[in-house]
C-alpha cells in the first residue's frame, strides 16, 4: 500500500529527474591554536577521553550555524519535495515499474520530479557564499551548489576520530539495513536520506560534501566518490581540485588492493579477495587543524590542515568503500574509515555518528607501520573484521 511520510525505518527512494559558472575561492584564513578534549562514549556508556593539542585552521568569515529549523522526517519531506509525497515500500508496485529490491532489503520509494530554477549562486565569490552559512535542504539548491563548485552539507571543522555513537547488541555492533533514497525515474541515484538521532537532512548525488559523516553516508548509498573528491593526485588535479572547490576540494580516486601479503600489517576487508572478490576504492578525508602521530619507525609527526586553498597537504586519514558496479544493494556495500593510513580501520554503519569496533595492527597493540618495512614478525596479529548484527533504525532508536 501507498503511504504518506513513513517513519524513516525503512531505505525509501525518492525518484527524481535531473534538473555555472566557476566563483573566486580566494578565502582568508586565520590560525588559534587550542587544547581540544574529544569525549566518545558507547552504547554501552564506557568513556573515554583524549587530549590533543591542536591548530585549528579556519575560514573568515565562513562559518555554519545551526540550522534555522529542526526537521523530523515527515517535516523534511515536506520541505523538501512537497507536502503531497507519497512514499512506497520496498514490495509496494509503484508507477515507473521499479524493482527496488535490488537496492536494499528494506528500503521504499519517493518519485519527485524537480523544479526548473535558476541558479542563484553564478558569480558569487567564495566568501559571499559561505558567509552565514546553511546546508542544502532542496535537491535544486544542492545541484545548483555544485554547478558552482559550492558545498552542500555540513562544513564544521572535521577532527581525525569518528564519532562514537556506535550501538551494540550482546558486545555486537549493530549495523542498519533502512534508510531513504531518492532515485531519477529510471532508476538513478538522486539523493539518499542518512539515519539520524537529529534533524534530518539529505546527501544528494553529484554534489558535495566534506563532513565525515556526510561523505561516509553518500558512499555507502551510491558506491561512488562526490564530485569534490573525484580528482587524481597529481599536481596537475591537485590545482583543479582548489580552483573548482576552495578549501572544501579533496583527492585520491584508486584501486585498493587490501593485499594483506604485501601490507601483512593491514587488516582484511571484507570480499576483498578470493574467488568472489569485489571492488574497493580509496580517498582521502580532509581534517581540519594539526595534530601530532607516530609511525612505528619515525619521529612523532605533525599532521597538518588538508587544504589551506593554495595546497593540498595529503595526510593519512582515508575512506575506503566497495565501489563494483556490479554491487546495487546498499546491504552489500562496505565503508571503512582509516585514521592511520591503513593500519586500522572502523566501518561505517548506516546511522548518525554510528561506527564498528575499531580493528587492525594498533589495535592489536603494535606502533602502526608507515610501510611494509616497518613490520616486524613479533607483531601482535592484526585484529581482524569484526561481524554486525543487522537491524532496522526502529529497533535501535
Known sequence: MNKKYLIPFVFTIFVLTSCGVDANKTATLTETTTNIETTTTSSTMETTTETLETTTTTVTPTTTKEKKEFYTYSSFIEEAFGIDTIIYNVDDTNPYGIDLTIYGSNISAIFYEPKNVSNPYTNLSFDEFYNDYEIAITYEDAKNRSECGFIAGDITPQGYLPLDNGIKEEDTYIRVSTGTYILATNGNYIGYIPNTFGSYHAIYYGCGYVSMEDVAAYLLAFGELPPNSNYGTSSYDRNECIETWGIYGRVNKANFSGDVNRYPYEPLLPNIMGEDSIYYTETDFGTTGSYKYKFYSRKEQTVNSYNNGEYIERNIC????????????????????????????????????????????????????????????????????????????????
Open 318 to 397: 582515508r575512506f575506503v568503500f566497495v565501489s563494483d558496479y556490479d554491487v546495487k544493494s546498499i546491504d552489500e556495500r562496505y565503508v571503512f574509515y582509516t585514521y592511520n593510513h591503513y593500519n586500522d580501520f572502523q566501518e561505517y554503519l548506516n546511522y548518525e555518528g554510528g561506527w564498528g569496533l575499531r580493528f587492525g595492527c594498533e589495535s592489536a597493540g603494535n606502533l602502526p607501520c608507515s610501510s611494509r618495512n616497518d613490520y616486524d614478525e613479533s607483531f601482535t596479529p592484526s585484529t581482524q573484521y569484526p561481524s554486525t548484527i543487522i537491524r532496522r533504525f526502529s529497533e535501535i532508536v
